[in-house]
C-alpha cells in the first residue's frame, strides 16, 4: 500500500501474531489506512479502528487486505 491508501482486512497469514493484531482492533472486515513508514522503512503507522497504530514490518506484512 501506499501513503493514503485504505483497504479493508481479510485475515491475517500467522495465527500468533494474528491474536496480538486482533487485541489491537486489527478486526476481518475492519477498514485500514496506511498512513506512512518511517525514514528507515520501519516501523510503519496505520489507521484502524480509530486510531494510529504503529507497527513493525514484519507484523504488518501478515495482515491480508483487500483495496
Known amino acids: 500500500m ?9 485475515g491475517f ?3 500468533h501474531l494474528a491474536a496480538k ?3 489491537m482492533g486489527c478486526l476481518p472486515g475492519v477498514p485500514v ?3 506512512f513508514t518511517a525514514p528507515l522503512g520501519d516501523p510503519v503507522c ?9 507497527l513493525r514490518l514484519e507484523e504488518a506484512a501478515t495482515i ?3 483495496n
Open 2 to 10: 501506499k501513503p493514503g491508501d485504505v483497504g479493508i482486512i481479510t
Open 13 to 15: 497469514t500467522d495465527d
Open 21 to 23: 493484531l486482533m487485541e
Open 33 to 35: 489506512r496506511f498512513n
Open 46 to 54: 496505520i489507521s484502524v479502528s480509530g486510531y494510529e497504530l504503529s
Open 64 to 66: 491480508s487486505i483487500l
